[in-house]
């Protein structure tokens, strides 16, 4: 009997383990139409363009004259720092 609550613990607990891992993505707001406008502004030459959200800050994954650039900018629209691939 003991065995029985023993094992259905430890199958609760992988339950809740498993679920606790995923990832909810639902809660990503995209850029408001001021940062894309920053953007396009900073580099007018932009091209395949995708946002993330990093903590506070907007980061658009894009590239720019064959280099792939990430763009980050607060929610105010102030450019932060651009990131570049060095090979």
């Not at 406008?37 to 007018?44: D, E, F, H, N, V």
Request: proline share 3%; net charge negative.
């Amino acid at each position: 009997m003991k065995f029985k609550y023993y094992l259905g613990a430890v199958m609760l607990a992988i339950i809740l383990f498993s679920f606790s891992a995923c990832d909810n993505d639902d809660d990503y707001m995209p850029p408001n139409q001021d940062i894309i406008t920053a953007l396009k502004q900073l580099y007018p030459d932009v091209q395949d363009i995708e946002w993330s959200q990093k903590g506070v800050y907007y980061v658009a994954d894009c590239w720019v004259n064959g280099s792939e650039l990430d763009v980050w900018f607060d929610a105010n629209a102030n450019w932060i720092m651009t990131e570049m691939e060095i090979f």
